[in-house]
């Protein structure tokens, strides 16, 4: 099972809004909206951002949105903050054989 | 919400068995439904390694199946990882984590702890 493909980076400035997509296949993204997005900043754990493609977990800002289309999953952040900076990994279920499949991860600089 | 601490060897010799423990605090390890073990090695994408849940089901990645084992110690409060007869290939940041949504594998994490295969 290959890893979900992420770009490596993405950026703006405060205020803009960057999309980081994540594209997988029709055995994982495709078949299942069960997408999962997290954030991890060095020397944190990882947080649950968004769940089943688009629920946002309690405590996230609405700042934070999730969509998908085909094969391919979005997590768009709105209204960039400097505390957004970060490392963000999206997740698939892939069918039972496989379970969970990660993505290759995005750095998103805050200009 | 419970807060997840992973500890273990950090150095492990290649044929050797990994053996890590997360120590779950703030609630219960009961509270949650699911706990998982994920690592992710130098430069590549994380890797999600299985779950254990609450009712005894395990679920492993194919890969990693024939050498890994996930228990509990709720007496303790805490879980388990062991992976058997590892190579460097397995030098990583390994990360406990917990949930109790569905088809989402985590939802609390550890913070991680590095552990290097080498002799």
């Known amino acids: 099972q290959s890893a979900l493909t992420q770009p490596p980076s993405a950026s703006g400035s405060p205020g803009q809004s960057v999309t980081v997509s994540c594209t997988g296949t029709s055995n994982d993204v495709g078949s299942y909206n069960y997408v999962s997005w997290y954030q991890h900043q060095p020397g944190k754990a990882p947080k649950l951002l968004i769940s089943d493609v688009n629920k946002r977990r309690s405590g996230v800002p609405d700042r934070f949105s999730g969509s998908k289309s085909g094969n391919t999953a979005y997590l768009t952040v709105s209204g960039l903050q400097a505390e957004d900076e970060a490392d963000y990994y999206c997740?698939?279920?892939?069918?039972?054989?496989?379970?969970?499949?990660f993505g290759t991860g995005t750095k998103v600089t805050v200009l | 919400q419970v807060q997840l601490q992973e500890s273990g060897p950090g150095l492990v010799e290649p044929s050797g068995t990994l053996s890590l423990t997360c120590a779950v605090s703030g609630g219960s390890i009961s509270s949650e439904n699911w706990w998982t073990w994920v690592r992710q090695s130098p430069g590549k994408a994380p890797e999600w390694i299985g779950e254990l849940s609450k009712s005894g089901i395990s679920n492993y990645n194919p890969p990693l199946k024939s050498r890994v084992t996930i228990s509990v110690d709720k007496s303790k409060n805490q879980f388990s990882l062991t992976l058997k007869s590892v190579t460097a290939a397995d030098t990583a940041v390994y990360y406990c984590?917990?949930?109790?949504?569905?088809?989402?594998?985590?939802?609390?994490w550890g913070r991680g702890t590095p552990v290097t295969v080498s002799s």
């Open positions: 997740t698939s279920f892939a069918g039972y054989n496989n379970f969970y499949v």
């Open positions: 984590a917990t949930t109790s949504i569905n088809w989402c594998p985590a939802d609390q």
